[in-house]
């Protein structure tokens, strides 16, 4: 491997940079982004050139140093797996993090925080970087939760408000219970295999299939849970939506493009640990998730938010991938949902300040004529998430559509080309409400196009998002991940390939995409107001209010934790200080007023003990 | 029957032991002393006979220091209670029991 | 009555009478209440422990015992005595916690070592006892292999002469 030094670089840069930042130039705004831009530009540039040095598929794909060894039981490296799975994604974090670096600078210009917010960027890159370069369960597991650290700072961004405060923590804490889960998973698996490190396990398992034992599915199920956590999956979705609190671009690099694609990037690189019935069950959670958000989109008023539940709804659809065996289309789709979900954010961002921070789709409207690059750059982005023919998302989307249908799971690729038919039309709802009908606020009549710095990166992610379908991402994937590599096409065959290879899958997915065109442009063309309240009423209600899952967990589990926690409380005060603490300390109070008796100054006292001691003593040493 | 060298060792046990009693019971400073001065002697005769049993003259040389050291310590001792029996009068055991806690 | 004589001022016989007073008078040293009667009884008791010596062999040192130990170290316990002017202490009551406890402890020590002596039997297998510790043979021991605790005693006396001086003093200013 040519440079062995760079995958150092590239991870440790973005640190050295927040480090310096937090540091030494919290005052020198200018100098702050320029270290975090800098630092995040380089570490792409020397990715790029790493993977021009060495291909995608170097030989010799690790680079580790043994960080703590005990006995022979436990060895933990700190190392770098270099296959084509993480040296896409590297590429792919880098890219969009430093296009989302660079937009930062327009969208925080007039924030005090300024430098803080760079800082806090650079440790959210070297986190996630960390997640993809690492080659061992406790190495990902860190780094994991670095990234959940990132995110609550970037989501508690604005602390004096009390929503984005809350919302912080309700993200760390529902992240936390996946990753108790995803713990006790790796713990499994290291006590049947005796290894944490990624090689050692998959040529374990692919020796010997039933290694894990019975434990194989609740292995599978409990690291699963970590994926639940970070990508949002059902029941412990509720926090994505409230993460909306943070900055625009944070809500595009985290929540959409890198950090909860984490949990999906996981599944693929431990794939070899899930066995049958774990990835039935991730297939169902998958598919409920999609359908679910899909659902709740369609009556939300938040601009973000409804981009948020498109982004849970879109990782269900990966998730789901998973569970039916593929990993390949899900890294497909994570790729090209970086780009145009981040695209779709960063526009949303661009939007939101030219109406002065204002976020309800009903007070905007006619903003086409008023800021041009954002509507075109906001319409490439819906089109390729609504998946239109040649844009990325149509590629990778019917990948997902078609392992559907070529596994037989026809209950999933029906919800499938369903949530795609919601997708097309909530996202189409905002697309008319907001860039065409008229002006619905003052704020819509004077708004007004965003900086350069700002439009270029949109630019520059409009035309990934378009390309992103053909330039053999796909055969990337699948050359590692997939069993049959040939199948897959390279050049122009790409654009075609979907029609010969999985017709009705291809099919499907351009036909709901105009029914929901059709069916958007029908209710919300004219503007005005939301028409579907009347029709469907309570349902209507129940999707707005997100399906009542926060109040679920408001009653019950928030609950329940209070009242172990005050029994808890309980005991500590009454039992442990009061019973406990307070034994020894009557004890010694005791101990120490019996032994003073002894001590009573009077001579013949002493020399009788005196002597006693020394018989006993005699008695001891002479009979033994 | 022939006296041993345990008999010469059970005296000088019950010599020890009448004089530890001695240093237990009495109250008088002065006879606490002299029934110490007794519990050495009796170590004294222990020392003696185990050197005429075992052949071996160390033992009576062991001895002859013993008196020595025992004749500085008691005039050290006794210039002690002298000082004592200044300060406070009294000769009584019990009444010099300063260091109670 | 012949035999009774020989047998008394036989070695045995001897041994027999002198450890009977030995303890005898150890008995009333304690059991005295008058101090002077102590150390009166303190000094047969010397004496007897002396001829005890003797028996022994032990020449040199049953000299020395009634030097030293009668002779000197009695006599300072009797000039303090003396000194002391100790008739008041007379009649105290008797502790009897004291005297149990004395007992027991006294009794224990006591029954360790008797049966030390029972089981180990140290004179069971020794052989004839033919050292005799004249003074010329101690004098050569005294003056070669012990002469560094000699002098070092020397020492020691001196400074027990000094310490008792500065005692004594009546005000140490």
């Known amino acids: 491997m040519k440079f062995e030094a760079l995958p150092w670089l590239i991870l440790f840069l973005p640190l050295l940079a927040a480090a310096a930042i937090t540091l030494f130039t919290q005052k020198n705004r200018g100098v702050s982004a320029g270290l975090s831009i800098g630092a995040v530009v380089i570490s792409f540039l020397l990715s790029a050139l790493f993977v021009k040095l060495n291909g995608f598929n170097p030989p010799a794909n690790e680079l580790a140093v043994n960080w703590l060894s005990i006995g022979d039981a436990l060895r933990i490296d700190f190392g770098f797996r270099l296959d084509p799975l993480s040296l896409g994604m590297i590429l792919m974090v880098t890219g969009v993090a430093a296009l989302i670096h660079i937009y930062s600078v327009g969208y925080m210009h007039d924030d005090p925080g300024f430098s803080r917010f760079f800082a806090s960027l650079s440790l959210f890159t070297f986190s996630m970087l960390g997640i993809v370069l690492s080659n061992n369960f406790l190495q990902i597991f860190i780094f994991w939760e670095l990234v959940g650290v990132s995110s609550y700072l970037l989501i508690g961004f604005w602390y004096e408000k009390a929503s984005a405060a809350d919302a912080a923590k309700k993200a760390f804490i529902t992240n936390r219970l996946g990753d108790f889960g995803f713990l006790i998973g790796i713990l499994i698996v290291w006590a049947a295999l005796g290894s944490l490190n990624f090689r050692p396990i998959e040529q374990a398992l692919a020796d010997n299939p039933e290694a894990l034992g019975a434990l194989a599915t609740i292995g599978g199920l409990l690291i699963f849970c970590g994926a639940v956590g970070k990508s949002a999956q059902f029941p412990l979705h509720v926090w994505l939506p409230d993460a909306m609190e943070g900055p625009t671009p944070v809500s595009a690099l985290i929540h959409a493009a890198t950090m909860v694609a984490a949990g999906v990037y996981m599944l693929c690189r431990v794939f070899f640990v899930l066995n049958g019935e774990a990835l039935q069950v991730i297939a169902y959670v998958g598919g409920f998730t999609a359908l679910l958000a899909a659902l709740i989109a369609l009556q939300q008023n938040d601009i973000k938010r409804i981009l948020a539940y498109s982004t849970l709804s879109q990782l269900g659809y990966m998730v789901m991938a998973v569970g039916l065996g593929g990993p390949t289309p899900a890294m497909f789709h994570l790729t090209t949902h970086a780009f145009f979900k981040a695209l779709l954010f960063l526009g949303s961002g661009s939007v939101i300040l030219a109406m002065h921070h204002e976020q309800d789709i009903w007070q905007m409207g006619a903003l086409r004529k008023k800021t041009p690059v954002t509507f075109w750059t906001f319409m490439v982005g819906t089109l390729a998430l609504a998946g239109l023919w040649p844009l990325s998302g149509f590629f990778s989307k019917d990948s997902i559509l078609a392992l559907a249908y070529h596994e037989r799971n026809y209950l999933l690729f029906g919800v499938a080309v369903f949530v795609a038919f919601l997708t097309t039309f909530y996202m189409f709802r905002l697309v008319f409400v907001v860039f065409f009908s008229s002006a619905k606020s003052k704020h819509a009549e004077h708004a007004h196009e965003s900086p350069g710095v700002m439009t270029w990166p949109l630019r520059l992610l409009a035309v990934l998002s378009v390309i992103g379908g053909f330039i053999g991402i796909e055969a990337l994937f699948a050359g590692q991940l997939a069993a049959d590599a040939s199948e897959h096409p390279h050049g122009w065959a790409q654009l075609v390939y979907p029609f010969q290879h999985a017709p009705v899958a291809a099919a499907s997915g351009l036909v709901v995409f105009a029914l929901g065109l059709l069916a958007a442009w029908a209710l919300y063309g004219k503007g005005g107001k939301d028409p579907l309240p009347e029709k469907l009423g309570a349902l209507s209600r129940a999707m707005r209010d997100r399906f009542y899952f926060d109040e679920l967990y408001e009653a019950t589990v928030v609950r329940m934790h209070d009242t172990l926690a005050a029994i808890a409380g309980w005991f500590d005060r009454w039992i442990i200080d009061g019973f406990g603490i307070g034994l020894i300390r009557g004890g010694t109070d005791f101990a120490g007023r019996a032994l003073r008796l002894a001590q009573t100054g009077n001579l013949q006292t002493y020399a009788l003990l005196l002597a006693l001691g020394v018989a006993v003593l005699l008695v001891v040493v002479l009979a033994s | ?101 | 009555m012949q035999d009774t004589l020989q047998y008394v001022f036989s070695s045995n016989g001897l041994f027999w009478l002198f450890a009977a007073l030995a303890l005898l008078c150890g008995c009333l040293v304690i059991l005295s209440r008058n101090p002077v009667t102590s150390a009166m009884f303190l000094v047969l008791t010397i004496a007897s422990l002396a001829g005890l010596f003797v028996l022994l062999n032990a020449f040199f040192l049953a000299a020395i015992q009634i030097l030293v130990y009668a002779g000197a170290v009695m006599v300072l316990f009797l000039f303090v005595i003396m000194l002391l002017d100790l008739r008041a202490e007379q009649r105290h009551r008797i502790k009897l916690f004291g005297v149990i406890g004395g007992a027991v402890s006294v009794g224990a020590v006591i029954a360790v070592l008797l049966r030390a002596l029972y089981v180990t039997k140290p004179g069971a297998n020794l052989a004839a006892p033919e050292v005799v510790g004249d003074t010329v043979a101690l004098g050569k021991l005294l003056f070669t292999k012990y002469v560094l605790p000699f002098e070092i005693v020397s020492v020691l006396l001196l400074v027990a002469m000094v310490g008792v001086i500065l005692l004594s003093k009546k005000d140490l200013k």
């Open chain 2, 1 to 101: 029957m022939n006296v041993g060298l345990e008999h010469y060792l059970a005296v000088s046990g019950l010599l020890f032991a009448l004089g530890l009693f001695g240093v237990v019971v009495r109250r008088n400073v002065l006879v606490m002393y002299m029934c110490l001065e007794l519990m050495l002697n009796a170590a004294n005769l222990a020392l003696v006979a185990f050197s005429r049993f075992t052949n071996n003259l160390d033992g009576q040389v062991f001895v002859f220091f013993i008196i020595t050291v025992a004749a500085a310590e008691v005039a050290v001792g006794l210039a002690l209670i002298v000082a004592l029996y200044r300060r406070r009068n009294t000769a009584h055991v019990e009444e010099l029991a300063t260091m109670k806690l």
